[in-house]
């Protein structure tokens, strides 16, 4: 099966294990060793209804990936555990 990173974009990531819609997938990390896809990347939470964006991103390794459907991407992850502080940009 082969799939875009866009087709990725557009499926919901859903965890199996508590049944819980964690987003969108926004990014993915890739080895550049080898050029294979490490995790995908689903934003976190939003802080203060929304408007001042996500604080933390869901990092969900490859192997955690159990069934790619037409528009769902099912895990199974600890999701306390996949919680990475999102980078802040720098603006100097």
Known sequence: MKCRVTDLKCKEVINICTGFRMGFVSDVLLSVSTGC????VVPGPCK?????????DYVIPWECIKKFGDDIILVEVDMDNCMEKRN???WS
């Open 88 to 90: 802040k940009k720098s």
């Open 37 to 40: 896809i490490v995790a995908i």
């Open 48 to 56: 203060f209804w929304g408007i001042l964006g996500h604080e933390n």
